[in-house]
């Protein structure tokens, strides 16, 4: 039994995964309702939130498990990509039950763990794969040759794609989070009410992403060039509605073609997708129609697995496997590369 403990953003988790990948408990405690006043995550809140939070998340995890802490062969930590102070509440829960319990420490990498949630779904090996990661924080792109060891092909040069969903969501005075009330406002809408940018979507040889130009594209089509002071209560359901469908069309056309992009030229036949915004229905459609177009299977887990948990972090099982432990002096890191 592994013990996967997660506190890299808003959520407090922690889960318990056996050696052939069954979850046999998964805790997640959201912090929504602490930042959704603030329209996005506050992160000395959501640390502090973090303390309160680990150590019933924890015992719950294993209660509902029905595991002794004895009976944990090792216990797993998100130690980056995320906020800091965040990040560390976990490690610090973690460090302390691998010395008390002596016990090995393995570092997890929450958007590799994000891909890895593919393989825990389909339930066989997924790889090689192409990945993509795409949340609050990151739009990446991977070549994935196996569980572990993922290459970073491209991301996006400034705004991630849950951060633009979140961003128009707020100028459309539309609820936090802003990836489901664009996604629920959109299907009363017409994706193609308006002509927003989609950037670097023919330019094959660019596996990168840009959503601010779109962002501001939007900006400019509610409030004018240059932007005027503007009451979103003023707009009508429909003008709304138009608005995140035409929007949610430009993100998801960008998304599956920068994925089959990334499929032609590392010549793989699969695509793995995570992160909050892969619970998104049309880009879940999309991906489909495209895999069945170009002939790439397309792997997406569910809602839960999809949004951030611990459970996903049984990607320490073959980072267990490979030897890779860590010593008490891990550290945690905001970006994409471990430090010790
Ligand atoms: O992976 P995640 O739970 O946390 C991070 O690591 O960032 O992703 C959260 C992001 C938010 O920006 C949220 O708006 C977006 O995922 N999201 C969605 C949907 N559900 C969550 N974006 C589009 N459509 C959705 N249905
Ligand atoms: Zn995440």
Redesign the pocket.
């Known amino acids: 039994m592994l013990l996967a403990i997660e506190s ?4 407090t988790a922690a889960a318990v995964i056996d050696e052939n990948l069954v979850v046999r408990a998964s805790v997640v405690a959201s912090q929504t309702d602490l930042h959704r006043r603030f329209g996005g995550v506050v992160p000395e809140i959501a640390s502090r939130a973090h303390v309160q939070r680990i150590l019933p998340v924890i015992d719950d995890a294993l209660r509902n498990a029905g595991v002794k802490l004895d009976d944990l062969a090792a216990i797993a930590v998100v130690t980056h990509p ?1 906020l800091v102070g965040s990040l560390l509440v976990g490690l610090t829960a973690a460090k302390t039950l691998a010395l008390v319990l002596d016990k090995p420490l393995v570092a997890v990498n ?1 958007i590799e763990a ?1 891909l890895f949630a593919c393989r825990m779904h389909a339930a066989r090996d997924v790889f090689p794969a192409v990945g993509l990661v ?5 739009t990446n792109l991977y070549d994935c040759p196996g569980p572990t060891g993922f290459e970073l092909l491209g991301s996006t040069i400034d705004d ?4 633009a ?2 961003k128009v ?1 707020s100028m459309l005075g539309l609820a936090y ?4 009330s ?2 629920a406002a959109a299907k009363k809408g017409s994706p193609s009410a308006f002509q927003f940018p989609r950037t670097f979507l023919k330019d094959a040889s660019r596996l990168e992403f840009s959503f601010s130009g779109l962002k501001t594209a939007v900006l400019y089509e509610i409030a004018g060039t240059p932007p005027q002071k503007y009451d979103p209560a003023s707009f009508s359901p429909q003008y709304v509605a138009d608005l995140a469908a035409s929007f ?1 069309e430009a993100v998801v056309d960008v998304l599956a073609a920068k994925c089959v992009q990334a499929l032609v030229q590392r010549r793989r036949k699969t695509l793995l997708v ?4 892969a ?3 049309r ?1 879940r459609e999309r991906l489909g129609e495209s895999a069945l177009k170009e002939g790439f299977a397309v792997v997406i887990p569910p ?1 839960s697995l ?3 948990n611990a459970a996903m972090s049984a990607i320490a099982w073959e980072l267990l496997a490979q030897g890779q432990t860590a010593d008490l002096d891990l550290d945690v890191s905001a970006g994409l590369v471990r430090r010790r």
């Open positions: 890299s953003c808003d959520e995320g929450h994000h795409v949340s609050g924080g990151h991630a794609a849950g951060e969903f979140d969501a989070p802003g990836g489901p664009i996604e949610q995570g992160g909050g915004v619970a998104n229905s880009l809602i999809c949004t951030d």
